[in-house]
Structures are given as structure tokens and as C-alpha cells.
């Protein structure tokens, strides 16, 4: 009998990591940090020497809440594959020199280093979308998850039983991505991400249109319009819906965006409109340093940058030149996480990251842009995929939509950290 052990992103979103073990084979979905608290002991932890005996480990996409300890694997002695996309790894590897990087001027120590980097780069295997790859006696077959460029659905075939692992995913259409298609053979145990099972999104052309229309009031008041957005996706996304609805004044890229969308554009395949995309990008202003940040301030503007919920990157500089600009407006366009400066700065009208503490004074707004399922379209997959088990995983509200499933019939759990199920 094949079991699946819990590891993490269990009734919470992060440190996702799923353990297939099929008596024959070991097989790891995902290896990821919890974003909050990455340093985090009781995190997924330190891998067990039974985890480094693994015959290979499926990286669904780049987030480090999926992909954040891959390369402490190799730092502890695995020696086996990790498949991804091509996408998924590239982006993982710009997001973990970050990691060192950060670790580095933070004076911490991470127990990765350069050359873990090169021994995961090494044992990459790359996958794409429709391919079916062998793995012990298994076949792992690879699907879209419509979530960000290169982000997979796995779908394993163990001989016994099948298994499909959607990682994060969204099954609607969005500027940037195709939505998944639940077009699977035949799933024995789903399981599925949950992060927004309790809430359904407002549909993404009225939301593009509302942030349009307020990307142009504030405009028109002469002022700089900051869009803080995830490097990954979002920064993608917005200078999509900013060209599509043919915003006038110059649009600014900055943070780590730029060298994400760089990556994003060799890789064209994974995205619903790369051509969009590359104009988008060509006809984007790429601030280099502090001066051209001023240029860029000078207004009207659009500036896309890192962080997304506000805790650095070039929006701590921006910030600090407009936060008391009555015409100028910061414009949040995914969730802001409780605890961070995005989420305090909506609560209390304060920006106070570190050293700083802003009262602001400019205008700002929270669009809902996601890149997750929504509850209703969650319940519609779950009926197309038809499968026997469903497994609740990576939201906080896994348990209650496991409830939420029974009522409707299906076999469900939502397992606890460190939980086995035997499949
Ligand atoms: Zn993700
Ligand atoms: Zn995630």
C-alpha cells in the first residue's frame, strides 16, 4: 500500500512539502520555506536522512514556499534528480541566490550555499507541460497549473494508484496565464492547494477595469501611481493590464521584476501572450539607480516594483518621497499577509518597516489580483477531477472545506504536519 506523509503546508500556506512513498519507490512533492518565519526550526525542519533517500523530487514552481529548501536537500547529500520546467527552475534560482544574498547583509547564516546551487543545477531534470517522464517504476506526467509562468500540476501513476498534486493553481484566465484545464485521466487522490477555499474572487475583468479606472483618476491629479507587485507574475501581469488598457503616462519597472520578467521572455511558451509581454516590457523604464528613481518621480507615472506587501525592496525608496503627496497613490495588488508592512500600513495608515516610520498621507488601495483558485471555481474542479480522496492542503482553512466537502459527498482530509495517509 502507498502512503503519503504530511511534511508541511498543512492547514497553512507555506513550507509545502508532500512525501509519496509507494514501498518501492520515495518520491517528495515540493520542499518549501514558511514565508513568515523562514528560519523556522519546526518548519519543515531539517531533512531526515529517510528524506534524502529519495528517488526524485517534483518542483511544482518557483515560490519559496515550494521550492525554498531544494537546495539544503543537496546540502545534506542527496544526490538524485529534481524536475521542474525550465521556467520554475530558472526563476528558483534567481529566488535562491536572493535568499543567500539577503541571508548574506542580514549577517545570518543559511545552511545553503553556491555550490549546493550548482549541485541542484546538475541534477535538474527538465519537464514541460503534456510530457510523461519515468520515475522508478512510476510515470510522472506534467500539466499546467495556470498559477505563475512554468507553475505544474503532477499527475503520478504508481501502478496501484494515481495521484495528482495540483501545487498552487488557478483554473480562470488572466492576462498572463492560460487557466488549468482539469483535463486528467483518471485521479485516484486529489491533492489540492486550498489557500482561498472559503472566498471567491471578484471576476478579473471588473477588477482590471476598477484598477484601471483609478489608475487613471490618480493620474490625472498629476501624481506618481506606485503598483507594488510580486516579482513573479503580478510585475508580469500589471504591465499586461497597463498596456491592454492603453495607460498614456510612462510606466516604470523596478526590483526584482525586471530581471523575473527577463526570465519570463525566454520562456514564451509558458505564457498566454508572450508578444504582449515583450512589447510591454521594451516599452517599460527600467530605473538603474537613485537618479533615475528620481526621474521616475517627477510624475504623471506607473511604477510596478517589488516588495508586494511593501517590506523593501525599490518601494521603500519610492515611499519615502511620496508618502505625504496628496496626489500620489500606492496601489497594493495582491494579499497583504498579516504581520507585514503592506497589511499595517491598510490597518493602521502607517508604513513602519524597521527604521521607518511614515505616516502616510497619499492616497492608497488594496486591488485583490490573485493567482489562486477561488472557492466556487475550487468545488467545479474538484467535480471535474471526480476523484475518490480528496486531500486538503496549503490554507488555513483546509479543515473546514474538507467539512464543506463531505456535505457534498466527497471522501476528504485535511492532514496535520507530520500526518501519514495510507493511499
Ligand atoms: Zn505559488
Ligand atoms: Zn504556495
Redesign the pocket.
Known sequence: MSSLKFLGGCREVGRSAVLLDTGAEKILFDYGIKLSDPEAEDGVGRPEKANLNLDGVLL????L??SGLIPRLYNRGYHGSVYSTATTFDLSKTLWEDSIKIAHMEGRELDFLDSDLKEVERNHRRVTYGQTVPLGGCDVSVYDAG??PG?TSFFVDTGDKTILYT??MNTIDTRLMKGANPNYPNVDVLITETTYSDIDHSPRKELEENFIEKVKERLAKDGVVIVPSFAIGRSQEMLLVLREHGIKAPVYLDGMSVEATKKILRYPEFLRYPDELKKAYHDARTPGDDDDRKEALEGPSVIVTTAGMLGGGPFAYYIKEIYDEENCSILMTGYQVEGTAGRKLLDTGLYRPDTLDLDVKCYYELFDFS??VGRTELFDYIEQVDPEKVVAMHGEKAQEFVEDLKKRGYEGVAPEKGERVDI
Open positions: 511544482s514552481h518557483c515560490h514556499d515550494h498559477h505563475v507553475s501545487g498552487d493567482a489562486h
